[in-house]
């Protein structure tokens, strides 16, 4: 990148200017954490249709921002160096939309006509993901998370075993809500009470990280969009690789068992 802004010369690159792309965000990875969101939108912002905001995950509709700013704020921070003629989408993936209290409501109310993205994945195996991707958050220091309750149990709990995870998760409380993440036919059931069925897309992991059937994940996103997307690899960004790892055999079978009983 560094290398083709030389090219383009400082008096040139002076001259170009962020404009702010009109219309309503309409295109929205709703969740799910842990499950390729971050990939999947780093793929789509590579098409010169779709642009994103100053961020991957704009948390407006499932923080505070969205009772003291207004829908020209959120709008605002969606910019390109592209002719407003060539954006169709303006893409916001926040993985918490789908579960976070009121955040679905709050985005039907501000677009119906948007689209959303789902994405699931084994549930076991996401809750594992979750954990290692916490687990190294556990540095107060090196933390970017946002919500106060996180940091303040990854303070207070520097060497979180998966048990201790778990127990958190498990209790009247919840701190990470990692469990009910991966109850995904709720949360699908949920997303349906606001937008039909031909506005919704839903994947899953594994054919979004294997190169072989990504290419065919890929039509089902342009046929759902109606777009042509760039042919291109899709980027690993932040697949917290826990499917190796040797996790407790008792563990696996609580987690299996949990999971079994909700989907009945």
């Known amino acids: 990148m560094k290398s083709q802004l030389k090219k383009i010369g400082k008096k040139t690159l002076d001259k170009l200017k962020y404009v702010k792309v009109r219309g309503k965000v309409n295109l929205f990875i709703v969740g799910e954490q842990k499950c390729g969101t971050s990939s999947l939108h780093e793929y789509l912002i590579h098409s ?24 020209a704020y959120y709008e605002d921070s969606f910019k390109s160096l592209r002719s407003n003629r ?17 955040s679905l409501e709050r985005i039907h109310a501000y677009n119906p006509n948007a689209k959303l993205i789902y994405i699931t994945r084994d549930p076991v195996e996401r809750f594992f993901s979750a954990y290692s991707f916490y687990k190294k958050k556990v540095n107060p220091n090196n933390t970017r998370l946002k919500n106060e309750k996180m940091k303040q149990f990854l303070v207070d709990n520097p060497n ?18 990692s469990l009910e993440r991966g109850l995904y036919k ?16 839903v994947l899953d992991f594994k054919d979004i990280v294997h190169t072989e059937q990504f ?4 039509k089902k996103i342009e046929q ?3 777009l042509d997307l760039p042919q291109l690899e899709l980027p690993h960004k932040n697949v917290t ?19 079994s009983q909700q989907s009945k």
């Not at 010169?48 to 003291?68: A, W, Y």
């Not at 709720?186 to 897309?201: A, D, G, H």
């Not at 290419?215 to 890929?218: E, G, N, S, V």
């Open 160 to 177: 979180m075993s998966i048990q201790d995870f778990y127990n958190v998760e498990m209790s009247t409380s919840p701190v990470f809500h």
């Open 186 to 201: 709720q949360m699908i059931s949920k997303i349906l009470t606001y937008y039909p069925e031909n506005q919704l897309l």
């Open 86 to 102: 060539d954006i169709k989408y303006k893409i916001d993936s926040t993985p918490s939309y789908a579960w976070a209290e009121s």
């Open 48 to 71: 010169k249709n779709i642009v994103q905001g100053k961020r991957k995950e704009m948390h407006f509709f499932d923080s505070p921002l969205f009772d003291t700013k207004d829908y």
């Open 224 to 226: 759902f969009l109606g």
């Open 241 to 259: 690789n826990s499917v190796g790892h040797k996790w407790p055999d008792a563990m696996v079978r609580t987690l299996t068992e949990f999971y």
């Open 215 to 218: 290419k065919t994940t890929i």
